[in-house]
């Protein structure tokens, strides 16, 4: 069954400091890993994506990296402001054995940035 | 552009009620999903087109209906509601679900409790 695990559940940090949030699956076969940010209140929105090929990806103050070979991601937050508080999605897209890319969800975490 | 809208944002319903969440997107996607997001959980696929006229169930489609006669709306059915229905329901849309595909676009979900 495809699984995605997220660590951790919740995270505090303070106004500036950097954080890593992880993400392990066993989705396969593989298509694409996203992240997402998700406000409180809101939908999900698309943060970054990575491919196969892909092991390093940035936008702006937010870095993914990919490992294929252990199935691991991990998303990187540099110098955190307050709006970065919300949860931070890993979302694993495998091929169904119809053909169709169907996405996994993980539970995400919570990430809380105190001032 | 308003991208997904979804109405209403809150609903309360009794037990046995029946109601349609309403979504509509602007974007011409022809893919369109339904999730439901319980607290602490990932989000669960309830069904997904891939254009008018075609729909298909997902990881968790008892108790729902959906139907796509337009590329634009796509409108998630309850029948005789149960207090498990209570969720936070999420609209998305999207170009692809193949490949490395395009991002997912969500609307801002309509919380329901079934009393």
């Known amino acids: 069954k495809n699984q995605v695990e997220q660590s951790p559940q919740s995270l505090i940090i303070l106004e500036g400091k950097n954080c890593t949030l992880q993400?392990?699956?066993?989705?396969?076969?593989?298509?694409?890993l996203r992240w997402y940010k998700q406000d409180t209140g809101r939908g999900p929105v698309s943060l970054t994506i990575?491919?196969?090929?892909?092991n390093t990806k940035s936008n702006g103050r937010y870095t993914a990296t990919l490992d294929a070979d252990t199935k691991q991601s991990s998303l990187h937050i540099t110098a955190s402001q307050l709006s970065d508080s919300a949860s931070y999605i890993c979302?694993?897209?495998?091929?169904?054995?119809?053909?169709?890319?169907?996405?996994?969800f993980g539970r995400g975490t919570s990430l809380i940035v105190h001032p | 552009n308003a991208g997904v809208t979804q109405t209403p944002k809150f609903r309360i319903l009794k037990i046995g009620q029946s109601m349609t969440l309403q979504c509509t997107q602007d974007?011409?996607?022809?893919?369109m999903y339904w999730y439901r997001q319980d607290p602490g959980m990932g989000l669960k696929l309830i069904y997904y087109?891939?254009?008018?006229?075609?729909?298909d169930k997902g990881e968790v489609p008892n108790g729902y209906n959906v139907s796509r006669s337009t590329t634009e709306d796509f409108p998630l059915r309850l029948e005789l509601a149960a207090p498990s229905q209570t969720s936070v329901y999420f609209c998305?849309?999207?170009?692809?679900?193949?490949?490395?595909?395009?991002?997912?676009?969500f609307g801002d979900g309509t919380r329901l409790s079934i009393l």
């Open positions: 998305a849309s999207s170009y692809s679900m193949k490949g490395a595909g395009q991002p997912q676009h």
């Open positions: 993400c392990n699956y066993t989705v396969s076969p593989f298509s694409n």
């Open positions: 990575m491919t196969f090929s892909e």
């Open positions: 979302v694993v897209r495998g091929m169904t054995s119809g053909g169709s890319y169907i996405p996994t």
């Open positions: 974007m011409n996607h022809n893919y």
């Open positions: 087109s891939v254009g008018a006229g075609i729909t």
